[in-house]
């Protein structure tokens, strides 16, 4: 095999804690996360060297896709040609960069085989802290700054996925954070995700950063508060933002909200994976 495709599938966070400031800079974080199918598509080739190419969105140099090959070619000596097409929009709090480099990671290793689970993730950790959950997809517990994962039982959601034209810078939130903040009721959310009760879990739904975030893009706030008028049973930011998701009962009413949703940058209906 010379060529393989890759879904790099976005994340959401149904809850996000932040437990405390760690003596290494980051940050604690106790979260419940969720793979959706809204998708980025990474086309790697058997190389000589490492090279990116981006279609719909500009790349810098130095990206996730990049820093995940020459991980792995550190161990292994292989290279690849990489070409993603982007979908999912940047500085949203969906996880599009490391899930890009969680698909190359997981396209690499096809192409070649030449490491083991436990490296790959250990790879992936040093690219960044959503890359792990990308790499293993569907509903997690992630603990640490997120490497720490524990598979959960999920349900079928129905959601519409909006982001405002501004975004957030992660680095300028977490320095503006100010600590202790409410943890979310994570026993009480694992227990309504089992039980498949979307009347239980949408008052769970929660995200510390939510409050700091939206005093820096005031349009989190507006989309929130849309999308409840549009239906939807609950809406919360994802990671940092600034996308946020509303939950909706059926399909039919996310495609109905998102016709009516005005002063947005990007609006798709989503469901979870």
Do not use: W
């Not at 085989?113 to 997809?137: S, Y």
């Not at 700054?145 to 519409?160: F, S």
């Not at 089992?194 to 893009?217: F, M, Q, R, T, W």
């Not at 919360?236 to 998701?245: K, N, Y």
């Amino acid at each position: 095999m010379d060529r393989t495709i890759k879904r790099a599938y976005a994340k959401l966070n149904l809850t996000l804690g932040v437990l405390y400031k760690r003596a290494d800079g980051y940050h604690a974080l106790d979260s419940i996360m969720q793979t959706i199918d809204l998708f980025d598509t990474v086309t790697v080739e058997r190389a000589r060297d490492i090279a990116v190419i981006s279609t719909g969105m500009v790349l810098p140099y130095d990206n996730t896709i990049r820093r995940a090959a020459e991980q792995y070619r550190a161990l292994t000596g292989r290279s690849a040609l990489i070409r993603v097409v982007k979908r999912i929009p940047a500085e949203a709090g969906l996880g599009g960069g490391s899930a890009d480099a969680a698909a190359t990671l997981n396209a690499l290793q096809e192409l070649y085989g030449e490491v083991d689970e436990k490296t790959l993730l250990e790879i992936a950790a040093k690219v960044g802290a959503d890359v792990p959950f990308c790499l293993r997809g569907g509903t997690q517990r992630a603990e640490g700054i997120g490497e720490v994962l524990t598979p959960v039982r999920g349900m079928k959601l129905h959601l519409l996925v909006a982001k405002p034209a501004e975004g957030v810078s992660t680095k300028k939130l977490f320095s503006l954070l100010k600590l202790p903040r409410v943890m979310p009721e994570t026993t009480a959310v694992l227990k309504a995700l089992s039980d498949g009760d979307l009347d239980s879990l949408c008052p769970l739904l929660y995200n510390a950063l939510e409050e700091p975030a939206i005093e820096l893009v005031p349009a989190i706030g507006r989309i929130k508060a849309d999308m409840i008028a549009l239906g939807a049973k609950a809406a919360r930011m994802s990671g940092s933002g600034s996308a946020v998701f509303g939950v909706f009962a059926e399909k039919e009413a996310a495609i109905e909200a998102q016709t009516k949703l005005a002063d947005v940058a990007f609006a798709q209906v989503c469901e979870s994976i």
